[in-house]
């Protein structure tokens, strides 16, 4: 009895530990209050008025209160904390008045598993910056005893209590209610879709390309997990340029959106007979989704609209997909992948709760004359450009395709994604996403030549 309590002793603390190892802590301190000593008030003086709001990797805490901190724990790796200052009345402390300003501060840090680290809002010179223990306990008995805000734990894109509740980040108020939680997490983007650049003015070819066949899945609307935002407008935009400027027949396409598992097995099944069958046919697979990889095995994975990212088995494998295709007469495959296969979704929000932390998923092995656009590398996140209604790889993916009409070899549509993929997701999502091109053996020496068109 003895041994078996030691042995879930370990297993305990081993948990407990690994769990640490994915979490740091950063205490959020506004100490000073400058607005008062700016002189307040008296003597019939109009009050000096202004608010600091601060977002953590775009999003949104909100105001931070005078003279309080926060603990905040976050999952380990690189954080950015951006303050915004709005001056005014008080009717201009609004979220919506602060966007329309440029950020007036900003750090970023890395953060290492259990470590603690110590930010400061310095309110005279509207900066905020990084300091040690011994200062940060300093603050706090300085001039005010300030006091302890609360805690906030930022985990995949969300915020959470210490209780573990889901705090919405519109209103800061707690979501008490669990059917509330999954209805909200359930997009319902195409209601608010904005036609942007890329979704007019598509250019048009008269070359008809008869043997390319696309099969197109657009998973937006999940019925176990959160929605994809803009997933089905990138389907229907990149299938208008498919039949407009690749000149591929509307015949040849197969657009699937919110795909279920027979879905994506009856499209995979088309697909494949096509190949078998056609000679002289290529294809193109495009995907905008949640993906997932197994804990186990690191196997990459689509997920469908009625799948559960916890459940393998209602998933549909990556790998099978590559090897379907490939082993086809034609073997002639390009895929572009607006999907990480981490367990995060395109906010960031883990789909496995439990893992807590992206992992990245085992390299495929590709054969066949395969190509893959991917919008993300190893652990990152693929991300929306809220802005164009799309996601940020499919949107410029469209958009060196509307330049181009569609004319544009594989190695300048590599270097135009990468480039802009990689500035914007940076300047709009404040998060690094790199997009990647992975090969066949077969295709490592001609890839860069060849066109959709």
Known sequence: MKKLFASLLVIVLTLSSLYAQEMATIYLLRPYDFGAAMGAVYGGKKYYLFQHWIDIDGHKLGAVPTMMYYKLEVETGSHTILGHVVEGN????????????QPNYSITINVEAGEKYYIRIDEKKYKIEKIDNKAFNKELTK??????????????????????KRIDEETGKIIENQDQLAQGAKTNSQK????SDVD?????????NPNTFALIIANEEYKNEMGVEFAENDGATFKEYCIKTLGIPAENIEFKPNATI?????GVDWLENVLNYIDGSK????????GINDEKTGEAYLIPVDGQAKIMATCFSLNTLYKRLSATKSGNVTYFMDACFTGAGKDGAMLVAARGVAREPKKETLSG??????????????MPYTEKSHGLFTYFLLKKLQETQGN????????????????????????????????????????????LR
């Open 262 to 266: 027979g879905d994506l097995y009856d």
């Open 143 to 164: 001039n005010y005893p300030v006091q302890y805000a609360g805690f906030i734990s930022l985990k995949g894109g969300f915020f959470y209590t210490q209780e573990g």
């Open 369 to 382: 004359n395969t190509v893959v656009f991917s919008a993300t590398n190893a652990d990152q996140t693929a």
């Open 283 to 290: 294809a193109i697979v495009f995907y905008s989704g949640h």
């Open 192 to 195: 608010n879709v904005v036609k």
């Open 90 to 101: 008080t009717e201009d402390f609004s979220y919506e008045n602060l966007k329309k300003q």
């Open 200 to 208: 007019q003015n598509i250019p048009e070819t008269k070359a008809k």
């Open 408 to 451: 544009v070899s594989y190695k300048e549509l590599q270097e135009y994604l990468n480039t802009n993929v990689n500035k914007y997701a940076v300047m709009v999502n404040r998060k690094p996403q790199t997009p990647t091109v992975a090969t066949s053996p077969s295709m490592m020496q001609s890839w860069e030549n060849n066109k």
